[in-house]
């Protein structure tokens, strides 16, 4: 996370990506302050990752709707695991499922106007 962070919330996720523009667009107009990681310009760590994997569960981060993931050799699709992920989401930002958006000690991943609601309430 940048040193010169302006909140404790912090969304992370690819900049085009319609979903996190609904989600920044959501708490702008809530009033509420986040800083966003651009997965693209400062990719993740594994230990960070790991961290995540343990806020979310690591078969929540994996987005297995995208692009990436489809273009994977089915063997590494079958051999996916706990140990493995967050290497493997390393090498591959763009298949970490987005938004993901970390508060303190919580995290939320995806955009819906309901869980946002009682994630921020």
């Not at 009033?31 to 966003?36: C, R």
């Not at 979310?56 to 692009?67: A, D, H, I, P, S």
């Not at 763009?94 to 938004?99: A, D, G, H, V």
Request: hydrophobic share 40%.
């Amino acid at each position: 996370m940048e040193a010169n962070s302006l909140s404790d919330i912090t969304m992370h996720g690819i900049v085009n990506c319609d979903t996190i523009k609904k989600a920044k667009k959501w708490l702008t107009e809530a009033g509420i302050a986040y800083d966003f990681r651009d997965y693209k310009k400062q990719p993740p760590s594994v230990s960070e990752i790991e961290n995540w994997a343990k806020l979310v569960g690591w078969e929540q981060l994996v987005n297995k709707r995208g692009t990436t993931w489809r273009k994977l050799d089915p063997a590494i699709q079958a051999s996916i695991s706990a140990e493995l992920a967050p290497k493997l989401l390393a090498d591959n930002p763009s298949m970490i499922k987005r938004p993901l958006v970390i508060k303190g000690d919580q995290a939320i991943l995806g955009f819906a106007i309901t869980s946002y609601e009682q994630f921020f309430a």
